[in-house]
């Protein structure tokens, strides 16, 4: 049970590129999210999704785009790049009713 | 006003003390509630949900109180692996979302 496995960890994109970070669960999971944390800000909602074939808009979602086409996977893609997005990303997974499994991050940098 | 609010810190606290968090949420309609702890650039983790009536993990108790709407965290004999931030985490009502506070840093010393 590898539970919420995203890669990359570490990521340095140009400005206007273009990239997707993948997000897996094997947890048989409903709920997954994307967050956003930034110094000061906490963790700020991007994308989520309450299973495969529907996702919703978070707080931040400008600039992100998501697909959920199996329960398992959840990426999330930026579409171009911009330094606003430099940032520490967090992939969640939950059952209904419970707290969040996190994945280990992926370290962005645009430069 | 933020939907969750904490005092961002940082306490610190001598091993062995007993310190306690506070944290505020903004809608009434709010159904779920976990304490998470996260350390340094590592990811949040979730440390213990949060029950209408009370609930205790060995050392931490958390406690929920929707009449004044907030929720606190009360860790006893502090050990030096507390050291962490602890995130508040807040289910809104009719959205199922789950909001995050920004965290309060506790440093625990030797």
């Known amino acids: 049970n590898a539970g919420v496995t995203q890669t990359p960890k570490f990521q340095v994109l140009k400005t206007g590129q273009s990239m997707t970070l993948q997000c897996a669960q094997d947890m048989n999971h409903e709920y997954m999210s994307w967050y956003r944390q930034d110094p000061g800000m906490g963790l700020r909602l991007i994308h989520y999704?309450?299973?495969?074939?529907?996702?919703d808009q978070g707080e931040v979602p400008n600039g992100y785009n998501v697909s959920r086409s199996t329960t398992e996977d959840f990426p999330l893609r930026l579409l171009s790049a911009a330094p606003s997005q430099t940032s520490v990303y967090f992939c969640?997974?939950?059952?209904?009713?419970?707290?969040?499994?996190f994945g280990s991050g992926t370290r962005l940098t645009v430069v | 006003r933020k939907e969750v609010e904490q005092d961002p810190g940082p306490f610190n606290v001598p091993e062995g003390a007993t310190v306690a968090f506070n944290c505020t949420y903004s809608n009434s309609a709010s159904q779920s509630f976990f304490w998470y702890r996260q350390d340094c650039r590592k990811e949040p983790k979730l440390l213990m949900s949060v029950y209408s009536s009370g609930n205790e993990d060995g050392r931490f108790t958390a406690q929920l109180n929707r009449a004044s709407q907030y929720i606190s965290l009360l860790i006893r004999d502090s050990k030096l692996s507390d050291s962490a931030t602890y995130l508040c985490v807040v289910r809104g009502g009719a959205t199922n979302k789950l909001i995050f506070g920004t965290g309060t840093l506790l440093a625990v010393q030797p």
């Open positions: 999704s309450v299973g495969a074939g529907i996702t």
């Open positions: 969640a997974s939950r059952l209904q009713g419970t707290g969040y499994t």
